[in-house]
């Protein structure tokens, strides 16, 4: 099966769009209001076609290439229900949730894809608007599931629970199969950064990678409203110190020949890592360049999709997709 196609919207700086095109995917159209985001995805693949604007004020109907296509995926901004976060913040995250259901009614793609929290799949707090993609989505003539995938059983070196939901044509339907872990050893942080640690002539990286024993606690891209690069909330740092990383900031450059590793005098001991290395973390390739200032790249590799996860969907829904179409009765009833 080839030539499948798709739009993927809240685009970011394209983890989801990497993963669908490792799958076998081609994009005719990349949504994000983002300029650094943007510039990241045209600068990485100058042939898709990207727009940047806002989900809301998208108007589908001045591109009439997305209306035949396989398949809608959108990893909009997480949404947050935790009393830190204001209130219109979390609104606005919903209403691009319900902006993408509504695209898809718009589009009637063949396949729909959206990646975010897991809370999304049964917390209370979420329960209306799990109704309301779920009553459109039926409305439509989808079926669909929710589900939930851990980055780490991808081979991304990184515990990252993601909450998935993955909508398909009636006929398509009963031939979707979630897709199964791809490794059966999680990837550990001194495994996945020691070539990178030890460019700069990095004496004690041997040490410190028998050290990073475990995976990397989930990145956190934070607010665009405020706050700088570090690795997240006080309990993710201290998962960073039993490494031995210092996750306060992220640091320009990898450490040099000079640099004495010595965690146990706390911070200036530790190491940091880099916006690059964030980045392998997150299961991008070496390759993949980001634009903008180091909190800007920062941001748009905390805010990813790692494309490995994407990739496993992609050909989960590839699979389905491909199968002998299931004729649809008119008395099929959707979850």
Known sequence: MSGLRFVDVCAGAGGLALGLEHAGFEPVLLLDKNPAACATLRGNRPAWQVLETDLLDFSPSRYQEIYDVDLLSAGPPRVRSS?????????????????????????????????????????????SIRDLIG??????????RW???????????????????????????????????????????????????????????????????????????????RGGADLGPTGTRKAWARMGVDGSSVADNVPGADFTWAPEAGRRGMVR??????????????????????????????????????????????????????????????P
């Open 83 to 127: 009393a830190t976060v204001t209130r219109t913040e979390t609104e606005a995250e919903l209403r691009l949730l319900e902006a993408t259901v509504y695209l898809a009614h718009a589009v009637q793609p063949r396949a729909l894809v959206i990646e975010n929290v897991p809370g999304l799949l049964s917390a209370p707090g979420f329960a």
């Open 135 to 144: 009553n459109e989505l039926s409305h439509l003539g989808y079926r669909f």
């Open 147 to 225: 589900f939930l995938l851990n980055a780490a059983d991808f081979g991304v070196p990184q515990s990252r629970k993601q909450g998935v939901l993955v909508a398909l044509r009636k006929q398509y339907f009963d031939a979707f199969r979630p897709p199964e872990p791809t490794v059966h050893e999680h990837l550990s942080v001194g495994r996945a950064l020691r070539r990178s640690m030890a460019a700069g002539g990095w004496r004690d990286v041997d040490r410190w990678a028998a050290q990073a024993l475990s995976v990397a606690p989930t990145l956190v891209g934070g607010s665009d409203r």
């Open 273 to 334: 890592i880099t916006t690059d290395q964030a980045a392998l973390l997150q299961g991008f390739p070496s390759d993949w360049r980001f634009a903008g200032r180091k909190t800007a790249r920062y941001r748009q590799v905390g805010h990813a999709s790692p494309p490995p996860v994407a990739k496993a969907l992609g050909l989960a829904i590839r699979a389905a997709l491909a199968s002998p179409v299931t004729p649809v009765s008119r008395y099929t009833q959707t």
